[in-house]
């Protein structure tokens, strides 16, 4: 599938007036990974509260034990604080990246932001190396920029 189809299919998702939003999350968790073919973990993970920490939200993918990560800890701690898209072609070659399972080779991190404030942010693992493109980060901005409208 397309990121186009795919961009369509997430919309419907979110368009549902009588499903949660945490449930919105993760049909469009599962959505990405089961098509994507190196979507191999695919997360959100929301700033808690005043707290410089993330929580994990909805994922789709093995358990994970990282479920609070402080600002600056790992790809998602360092995106929280930059504000930027972090792609890691090779985890390996990373000082400060935590790792989540041998099997994950390569990253990517996307922060969603509200009214200018980063609240959290996609996080996807694969299984192969440097699979992500710019077509990946234009495409997750795409689905992180309709889901900020959820908040």
Known sequence: MTFQELEIKVQDILHHKNILRDE???QICHLLRDNIDYYDWVG???RNGDKEELLLGPYAGEP???TVIPFGKGICGQVAVSNKNFVVPDVSAQDNYIACSITVKS????PMFV???NIGQIDIDSNVKDPFTENDERFL?????EIAKLF
């Open 115 to 117: 009214n200018g404030e």
């Open 107 to 110: 990253e990517i991190v996307v």
């Open 24 to 26: 919105k999350l993760l």
């Open 141 to 145: 901005e795409f689905v992180n920029a």
């Open 44 to 46: 959100f993970y929301f």
């Open 64 to 66: 994970t034990d990282h």
